[in-house]
């Protein structure tokens, strides 16, 4: 099984052809370390903090398998038909010959998974006796009477265990033979049974002194550890947001950057989510937050869909026909995103007013970026001349243009930001997004509404 793996990726190493599809930001880093295991035929574990995507690389590894692969019908282990190694499989071929009963499984089939949870037992993984087949009359020492666990059903596969040191000591100790030996043993039975296996675990780094650990004997077993990491690049961030968050989201001509179907049909302009990534960038940098604890990708990807949602609750409110978010619906994102960060001891009761400085601080650098060098005089003479002008989640884009009135050179600043649309959704984006600027290079002041929890804010010179 792992001849044909490296058989596979060695095709597609020649070829050019995308080794693990979905995976971004580990291409110079994590990815020829796990091509370099799979070539030597080790198995691996994926050490790093959460969500930076261990499980999803991992589930990758399937598509290396051939696309079918024959076993012997009914075989609980998915033997090979010319060379069975079950007692049954064995029997059936003994008796039958040429006529043994084959069928195909397809390489998704070949993949096995089970998360590592502290009540996990060693029938769980490697199996048990079947009380039901001792009760039809079989004796305790027939090996037929074994219920296997996942792992030998895996055979002739890839098994994952999701957070290996959640995993009590004494069931690891189960794992010694599948890795070293390629064999398991089921409680008193005379039962070697041998197994084509690739075993790939992942681990969190706290874990091997907080939570748990892998038992020393088991991680000397296994041929690789390969640290993982977050994105190391602005662009990474936004492009893993874009492929993975769960709406359509439109930049510059409208077209959909997102293949996915969606659930939330919004647009979501290009500045903002770039103002989630560099947030969700500047979280994991804060001192205020534990380190060891990592903030998610999801973390980037719940904040990109929360701040479509609330493009679709304003449309759906006041009847506006297309969702466009803006600058006001992201503030909602803090709440929402409060419980997937640790933060340090010392910063109790100040979690909020963290992440609020975080996001503005995040507003503030993407507008630099985009605009800080933008003629932005014809909005900047209309507060001159004493003009004020409120805005807030529950304000449709129409009404928030009105408001502002004519603005030249907006067509350049919506422009510079991306949007190339005409649409009164884009032009009200775009120039919240200006007024938010101002107002945190403090050239503009912003008055929110007190008692007010839909984000109305008046902006003014």
């Not at 099984?1 to 110079?28: C, H, Q, T, Y």
């Not at 059903?153 to 995993?167: A, M, Q, S, V, Y």
């Not at 893993?240 to 647009?267: C, K, M, N, T, Y």
């Not at 003009?387 to 907006?410: C, D, K």
């Amino acid at each position: 099984m792992k001849a044909e793996i490296r058989k596979n990726l060695l095709a597609r190493l020649r070829s050019g052809e995308p080794r693990f599809p979905g995976i971004v930001g580990f291409d110079d880093t994590v990815l020829p370390h796990v091509e370099r295991a799979l070539l030597a035929g080790h198995d691996m574990v994926l050490l790093g903090e959460r969500g930076q995507g261990k499980t999803r690389l991992i589930r990758t590894l399937s598509g290396l398998l051939d696309e079918w692969t024959p076993v012997v019908a009914g075989c609980e282990i998915n033997d090979h038909p010319y060379a069975p190694v079950c007692v049954r499989c064995r029997r059936l071929a003994d008796e039958l010959g040429d006529d043994l009963p084959v069928t195909w499984k397809h390489r998704d089939e070949r993949y096995g998974e089970k998360l590592a949870t502290p009540d996990t037992g060693v029938g769980d993984l490697i199996g048990d006796v079947d009380p039901i087949k001792v009760a039809e009359g079989r004796t305790l020492g027939d090996p037929e009477t074994v219920h296997f666990g996942l792992v030998p059903r895996t055979n002739r596969g890839i098994f994952c265990i999701n957070e290996l040191p959640d995993l009590a000591e004494r069931i690891q100790v189960s794992l010694l033979n599948v890795l070293e030996e390629r064999d398991v043993q089921v409680r008193g039975y005379a039962l070697r049974l041998p197994l084509d296996i690739l075993l790939v675990a992942s681990a969190n780094p706290e874990d091997y002194t907080n939570r748990g650990r892998i038992i020393t004997p088991l991680k000397d077993r296994f041929g690789a550890e390969i640290r993982t990491h977050y994105p190391l690049e602005l662009d990474t961030e936004l492009e893993l947001i874009r492929q993975e968050a769960d709406f359509d989201f439109f930049v510059g001509d409208g077209s959909p950057l997102s293949a996915a179907a969606a659930e939330l049909p919004a647009e979501v302009p290009a500045h903002l989510l770039e103002v989630v990534a560099r947030f969700t960038r500047l979280v994991r940098e804060s001192t205020a937050v534990d380190a060891r604890s990592g903030v998610s990708a999801r973390f980037a990807l719940a904040g990109a869909e929360t701040v479509a949602a609330g493009a679709v609750r304003r449309a759906a409110l006041t009847g506006e026909e297309h969702a466009v978010a803006r600058v006001c619906d992201l503030p909602a994102i803090v709440p929402a995103l409060m419980g997937k960060v640790e933060f340090e001891v010392s910063e109790e009761g100040r979690e909020q007013e963290v992440l609020e400085h975080l996001l503005r601080r995040a507003i503030a650098e993407t507008w630099r970026r985009a605009l800080g060098g933008a003629d932005l005089s014809g909005l900047l003479e209309k507060f001159d001349a004493g003009q004020s002008v409120e805005s807030g989640e529950l304000v449709p884009a129409a009404e928030l243009l009105r408001r502002i009135g004519h603005v030249p050179g907006l067509a350049k600043i919506m422009e510079r930001l991306g949007m190339t649309g005409e649409s009164p959704g884009q032009a009200a984006s775009a120039l919240e997004f200006v007024l938010e600027g101002l107002f945190l290079t403090r050239r503009l002041s912003k008055e929110t509404a007190p008692g007010r929890g839909d984000g109305t804010a008046t902006y003014r010179t």
